[in-house]
């Protein structure tokens, strides 16, 4: 089992809380977003994560006028949707939707193929704290 100091563990218990959205992402390329974007969540089809991925993708979509494909990767506790984002390019086209089974994961495994804290960037706090964005 990973050490993990209780206040590491705390920053990334209150970072689940992001979503994929934010205007960094359109600063950093003039044309952003120029082809459809990922969303990928690391859970079945028709559950919770699921169905609040559908309705980010449905308003980034309109927001940004491409479409935001919601791609479901469920297995190993969300681990392999979170591994598909860390090994995708790093060009702001692959998203991933993080609860906080990620900040369980990566408390609880040791032997992760991927460092959750330091791989993954948060982009935007989600919905239920950014209303205003809806």
């Known amino acids: 089992m990973a050490k993990l100091s209780r206040r ?3 920053n990334m218990a209150a970072s689940t809380l992001t979503t994929a959205f934010g205007p960094s992402l359109a600063a950093a390329e003039p044309s952003y977003p120029s082809r459809p974007i990922r969303l ?4 079945p089809p028709g559950g ?5 991925a559908r309705l980010i993708g449905q308003r980034l979509s309109s927001r940004l006028r491409q479409p935001v494909i919601v791609e479901n990767k469920p297995g190993a506790s969300g681990n392999i949707g979170t591994e598909t984002v860390v090994r995708a390019l790093p060009d702001g086209y ?3 939707l993080v609860t906080a089974t990620n900040a369980i994961n990566a408390a609880l495994y040791g032997k992760l193929n991927f460092n959750f804290v330091n791989d993954i960037d948060r982009l935007a706090a989600s919905a ?3 209303s205003s964005w809806w």
């Open 48 to 52: 919770t994560a699921d169905l609040m």
């Open 94 to 96: 692959t998203l991933l």
């Open 128 to 130: 239920a704290t950014h």
């Open 8 to 10: 590491a563990f705390c």
């Open 40 to 43: 990928i969540v690391g859970f």
